[in-house]
């Protein structure tokens, strides 16, 4: 076993001696264990397997944030509650090492292996670092190296959303899969139709993740709906419903009322029959209905993805 020093310029040289590590793990501990700060080591490619880093006695963890883990053999380490800020994570194994409460914002975490890890309460950033650093070459002109990190944050983005579905934390990966369909569509030409139809998905439930917008987009289409009817005019009867200026404002609102119940039951399709459009109101009857047939089955879709995780 080497005779590791404590100083900090031996955990920050990048060049040291890496021939023989087997004394790394139990002098990174002790190190911990001494208080001495651990920010910024150099970490990379290091044997470190089984190591033991949780901070007994503690809520806080050992704090090794910006510290290059590159390569380095994790696995099965006790990690729990641990600051790796702004770490470089890429290609680390992390298989069944324990990073329950573990502190990830801003780590590079393109390749890392997280097979059997305990990802319980981690904190994710909402947008890893590969797509603000896209973001960033987008707004610097940077084409090439906007694409090539978009699909750096696609496949950052899928590998924690599959780790964090096998360890049954689906919220968090239904919000990483979100941002990986994004990731996908930012690199389609950007005028195609398939980007288009992907913007269409997105916007009416989120990829599948937010019912809530499909709630939204018919409460707003049936309302845009109702408005058009009023302007255009349905048939109660013998009683033509829509607005005019010849009738009082108490009329022209009970009106709008009997225009909105008719959007709801077109668009739900009940189709009661005790009102009924004409002219130019009845090609959108015929649209409402249809799209209140797909959006009907769209939230039943969604909405039961949601609930049956």
């Not at 955990?11 to 990174?28: F, I, N, V």
């Not at 305990?118 to 070459?137: I, T």
């Not at 950052?156 to 959303?161: A, F, K, Q, T």
């Not at 990966?173 to 369909?181: D, H």
Request: proline share 3%; net charge neutral; glycine share 8%.
């Amino acid at each position: 076993m080497l005779d590791i020093p404590h100083e900090d310029e031996f955990w920050r040289d990048a060049k040291r001696d890496k021939s023989d590590e087997s004394g790394l793990a139990p002098a990174l501990e002790a190190r911990a264990r001494s208080g001495a700060p651990m920010q910024g080591f150099c970490l990379k490619r290091c044997k470190l397997a089984g190591l033991d880093l949780v901070h007994r006695g503690s809520h806080t963890g050992y704090d090794l944030s910006g510290s290059d883990l590159y390569r380095a053999d994790l696995r099965g380490a006790h990690l729990f509650a641990i600051n790796l800020r702004g770490a470089s994570l890429m290609k680390a194994d992390l298989r069944d090492a324990n990073l329950h409460c573990a502190d990830l914002r801003d780590a590079n975490l393109l390749g890392v292996k997280l097979d059997g890890a305990r990802l319980d309460n981690v904190l994710w950033d909402e947008r890893v670092v590969q797509e603000r650093e896209a973001r960033e070459a987008k707004r610097n002109r940077q084409p090439a190296q906007m694409m090539d990190l978009l699909q750096q944050a696609e496949e950052v983005y899928r590998n924690l959303r599959i780790h964090l579905e096998k360890a049954g934390l689906f919220e968090d990966a239904g919000r990483f899969f979100y941002r990986e369909m994004m990731m996908r569509r930012l690199q389609m030409p950007r005028w195609s139709g398939q980007r288009f139809f992907s913007w269409l998905v997105d916007l009416f439930c989120g990829y599948g993740e937010q019912p809530l917008r499909v709630v939204l987009f018919s409460l707003g289409f049936v309302l845009l709906c109702a408005l058009l009817y009023f302007v255009v005019g349905i048939h109660h009867g013998e009683v033509r419903l829509a607005f005019s200026l010849d009738q009082g404002l108490r009329t022209n609102l009970e009106e709008l009322g009997a225009c909105l119940y008719y959007s709801v039951v077109t668009f739900t399709t009940l189709g009661y029959g005790d009102i009924v459009p004409l002219g130019l109101s009845r090609p959108l009857a015929a649209f409402e209905a249809f799209v209140g047939s797909f959006t009907i089955a769209l939230f039943v879709v969604v909405f039961v993805k949601k609930m049956t995780r």
